[in-house]
């Protein structure tokens, strides 16, 4: 290839990036390669910084650019109320949300026998000592609405019996805009099933 | 937000890129994180190191990692023939496709009076006097089959006139595997009138 084996090598490892494949990768390596100075050099820089300086919050699992993130060391966010998340990109959503004022607890993934993936990877035994620790006094489960999700949640409500703490989960319907003739028929069971007093 | 200054400002960066939005940048963002040791940081420094060494071709117009790119000073590709394109992406096509032999010259656009791109913005002059002084036999000129490809291209073609230089362009036709029906109407008229021999 004409473009130079530094090229190619990151052309490679963008390729790696979700939503960018191999063509698209080199379409955005050109395009960093025309920007080098506004846009290749500061995000190049800004990648070394958070590769070097990010982690996991010891408490939570949030990423965080010290031991604890910076939810956790928020006191305002100690309400009690604890919420508990597959992932950090979900913990993301539901900030966006802007809805829920406490902390959370970042799993990490779903329980998966196929991956081996049991309780103590997840943290589980870690979030039921913090529920006692912590006096909290409800865990609302907002895992996916998938299989692995219900799963999940079903076994962490399990090992939660006998902290006392209330377990409450994210409603299931109709989605805000949503057409009836577009929603897939569990949605709608789960909507009728759910239906409340007008 | 919860992901940090220095996160929100990489993730403002990412999303500068073609084909990544601001939902893509933060997902593709969230996995460099989750892959710090062995993507972001690996990423980080490839990317620097192409910012810091990769500059223009001064003959040709090529991304280089010298003064002079690695087709301009392989002696095995002095044919004698010179591909005209615009852009170095359709360099990198010509490559892939490995079917041309010679070198380039690669214009960085097409002439737009409207964003006032004249021929000396193209290089056109010095293309000119490349092909007296290095006595080159062909000019191929490989340009997008646009309105603005085209009209370059006959620009380019009169300003060579009197160089003696023949000059070619990519024959237009039925791309392999197309099927009539899905081509457009300007393809198939160009197809139809030049048709040949069976």
């Known amino acids: 290839m004409s473009a130079g084996d530094e090229i190619e090598a990151l052309i490679a490892l ?27 050099a500061p995000l190049a820089a800004a990648m070394a910084h ?37 992932d950090v ?25 196929l991956d081996a993936v ?9 979030l039921v000592a913090r529920v006692r620790d912590e006096g909290l006094g409800e865990v609302i489960l907002a895992l996916n609405a998938t299989v692995e999700g219900q799963t999940t ?14 377990i409450t989960s994210l409603a299931q319907g109709v989605p805000i805009g949503g057409e009836l003739d577009y929603l897939d028929d569990g949605t709608i069971q789960a909507a009728l099933r759910a239906r409340k007093a007008f």
């Open 118 to 126: 049991g309780p103590e990877e997840l943290g589980i035994p870690r």
């Open 14 to 40: 963008m390729a790696r990036l979700p939503g960018l494949g191999p063509r698209s990768a080199r379409r955005a390596v050109l395009h960093l390669i025309r920007k080098r100075g506004a846009l290749m």
């Open 153 to 166: 949640a079903h076994y962490i409500a399990e090992a939660l019996e006998g902290t006392g703490v209330s």
């Open 89 to 113: 990109a979900d913990l993301w959503a539901m900030e966006r949300g802007q809805a829920f004022k406490g902390r959370y607890h970042v799993l990490g993934g779903t329980l998966s026998a």
């Open 50 to 86: 958070v590769a070097e300086t990010v982690r996991e919050c010891a408490r939570c699992g949030n990423i965080a650019t010290g031991d604890i993130c910076e939810i956790c060391t928020d006191p305002k966010r100690a309400t009690g109320e604890l919420c508990v998340v597959e």
